[in-house]
């Protein structure tokens, strides 16, 4: 079983930074891609960027230029630095950690961009 736990929401104005962590423990045999995801009231869940093992990152065309992925595969973390934040990046943040034989999620942490 995986664990997994983010931090670091809260909220920010406008143009605002965060920075989102998200820790994986419990049985990992191999981490393949880490992720998050994103799901406002009444939208379905999206993905923000995800990140391989090797490092090779995707991001929705939404957030590029604005947030970076980077994980720790030494701490089995992987981070979101969420910058030129905007009212339509609200929303319940998940991270998603895929090894080879398990797809897990955390509870997810709330942003909210608002003024």
């Known amino acids: 079983q995986v664990q997994v736990v983010e931090s670091g929401g809260g909220l920010v104005q406008p143009g605002g930074s965060l920075r989102l962590s998200c820790a994986a423990s419990?049985?990992?045999?191999?981490?393949?891609?880490m992720g998050w995801y994103r799901q406002a009231p009444g939208k379905q869940r999206e993905l923000v960027a995800d990140i391989s093992r090797s490092g090779a990152t995707n991001y929705a065309d939404s957030v590029k230029g604005r947030f970076t992925i980077s994980r720790d595969n030494a701490k089995n973390t992987v981070y979101l630095q969420m910058n030129s934040l905007k009212p339509e990046d609200t929303a319940v943040y998940y991270c998603?950690?895929?090894?080879?034989?398990?797809?897990?999620w955390g509870q997810g942490t709330q942003v909210t961009v608002s003024s």
């Open positions: 419990g049985s990992l045999f191999r981490i393949n891609a």
């Open positions: 998603n950690v895929r090894t080879a034989v398990a797809n897990s």
